[in-house]
Nanobody, 122 residues
Framework: QVQLVESGGGLVQAGGSLRLSCAAS????????MGWFRQAPGKEREFVAV????????DYVDSVKGRFTISRDNAKNTVYLQMNSLKPEDTATYYC???????????????WGKGTLVTVSS
């Protein structure tokens, strides 16, 4: 089974950048579709970005297109989320997730990390 651990969250000013990492244990990481989701206080968890098993396909929620980039290194069992031009509305706990079916729904993910908090100050 794949276990996921996020890192890289923190406090940043609006306009700044952060790179989140998600390290996976287990030998089947390269088979997994990987995604990032986020949940702001008082709001439902929402899709942010997803990447196919080989990195050949990616999708993003409209609000982060052109600012965030998802990537993966299967040799390192790690998926990344590079976040640029951060806005206060990006403040949330960011979760890494993995599944076997490509999609943007959290229901398609069956492995979840515990999350890392990103706070963007104005």
């Amino acid at each position: 089974q794949v276990q996921l651990v996020e890192s890289g969250g923190g406090l940043v000013q609006a306009g700044g950048s952060l790179r989140l990492s998600c390290a996976a244990s287990g030998s089947t990481f390269s088979r997994y579709v990987m995604g990032w989701f986020r949940q702001a206080p008082g709001k439902e968890r929402e899709f942010v970005a997803v990447i196919s098993w080989n990195g050949g396909r990616t999708d993003y929620v409209d609000s982060v297109k052109g600012r965030f980039t998802i990537s993966r290194d299967n040799a390192k069992n790690t998926v990344y989320l590079q976040m640029n031009s951060l806005k206060p509305e990006d403040t949330a706990t960011y979760y890494c997730a993995g599944g076997l079916v490509y999609g943007t729904s959290p229901d398609g993910m069956d492995r979840w990390g515990k999350g890392t908090l990103v706070t963007v100050s104005s």
